[in-house]
């Protein structure tokens, strides 16, 4: 059994997708594993700490025609998928909503494609879930980065110079992402506020000690699995009003409302920025898929009417030593449990609900129900 981990080639993408200790693990069950030179080196991982764990570093050519397994962080580009073997198995973060022509790819290369950010949200699937474990992150990186951009000092401070009033910070969307800018912010010091289409989230929010902002309405926003649902056009006319009022008063904005497989929904409109403080700071971490503002920029950090924007596409690289830990144990996890047999070789589960859910292609067929 080959497993294969390349260096990511993606401008900015800092993770591996596995470490050291991923790697024992995978030796540990019979496998040899090849990393490609220097695939840890934006995670802060040697090549010499990959061959203290047992696998074999290529410096020159990669064997990946000669894979079974290949692990990755970002979908593979048009060289690294032509190397791949007809047969191999595929297991990264794919972005089938964004690049789905890539499923057209796999396809006609006849690999098997697991793409894990459509791993069902159920217990037993939580120590894979590449989704939470990054989203985490990123809402910890938001409010360190929008800390870091604002002139305000975050908490309240009394000094003989007088009182300096504490920062407030709003979160729009309660998912993984925007509870943990919610922890955070509540942790350095911010009063929060936050706002979220599920009443359901009410609770979580309030335990964090931040207050909870929500539209007076009947509907729901919660869809299967604990995703939002888009709304109903008066439920947006009343939560445009509300939102256009709270954000008036805020030093930090962190924005992270998604919902899969559409275009983020637009939650700040340039009528609302020209009414907030000059110098607040608004981080738009659906930046990646049209923004919740249309003035924040792809991977930029920008100014529009005296409000600065951040559009970091991919906070959690911004943090790769532990990104790459987190991913590469839910990768690991997914590995060992679904993919590899008592026997030590490759024995897929074929027909486990988590492995149809993340499996894009097999035998030169698209098989996930959604992109059929």
């Not at 998604?258 to 907030?276: N, Q, Y």
């Not at 608004?282 to 950090?301: H, K, R, T, Y």
């Not at 943090?319 to 590995?335: E, G, H, I, K, T």
């Amino acid at each position: 059994m080959k497993i294969v981990v390349l260096r990511e080639r993606k401008e900015g993408e800092s993770r591996v997708a596995a470490t050291p200790d991923a790697v024992r693990k995978y030796v540990a069950v019979g496998a040899a594993v090849t990393i490609e030179a220097g695939a840890g080196s934006g995670a802060a991982i040697s090549d010499a700490e990959y061959k203290a764990a047992g696998a074999i570093i290529a410096a020159d050519a990669v064997p990946v025609g000669e894979a079974d397994l290949i692990l990755k962080v970002q979908p593979p580009d048009n060289k690294e998928l032509m190397q791949m073997r007809e047969g191999a198995l595929l297991v990264g973060m794919l972005d089938p909503h964004g690049q789905r022509d890539r499923i057209n790819a796999y396809n006609l290369r006849k690999i098997s494609a697991f793409a894990l950010e459509l791993l069902p949200r159920i217990s037993r699937a939580q120590a894979m879930d590449v989704l939470s474990s990054q989203s985490n992150l990123a809402g910890y990186c938001a409010v360190i980065d929008a800390v870091a951009t604002s002139g305000k000092v975050v908490p309240m401070m009394m000094t003989a110079a007088g009182t300096v009033a504490p920062a407030k910070a709003l979160v729009l969307g309660a998912g993984v992402a925007g509870l943990q800018a919610i922890a955070t912010a509540k942790r350095l010091g911010a009063v929060v506020s936050a706002f979220d289409v599920r009443p359901a989230v009410k609770e979580q929010v309030e335990s964090l000690g931040a207050k909870f902002i929500e539209v007076p309405a009947e509907e729901s926003g919660e869809a299967s699995g604990g995703y939002a649902k888009e709304m109903s056009e008066d439920y947006k006319r009343k939560q445009s009003r509300l939102i256009h009022e709270t954000i008036k008063k805020q030093d930090i904005v962190i924005s992270t409302a998604l919902i899969p497989g559409k275009p983020a929904p637009v939650l700040i409109t340039e009528e609302m920025v020209k009414d907030m403080k000059n110098g607040a700071v608004i981080v738009d971490l659906a930046v990646a898929s049209g923004g919740n503002c249309p003035l924040s920029e792809l991977d930029n950090v920008v100014t529009k009417h005296d409000v600065i924007f951040i559009g970091y596409s991919n906070m959690p690289s911004r943090v790769p030593v532990d990104a790459s830990q987190l991913y590469s144990r839910n990768l690991c996890n997914f590995v060992l449990t679904l993919l590899i047999g008592k026997e030590k070789k490759l024995d897929v589960k074929w027909d486990d609900e988590l492995v149809t859910g993340t499996l894009l292609t097999k035998d030169g067929a698209t098989v996930h129900k959604n992109f059929k």
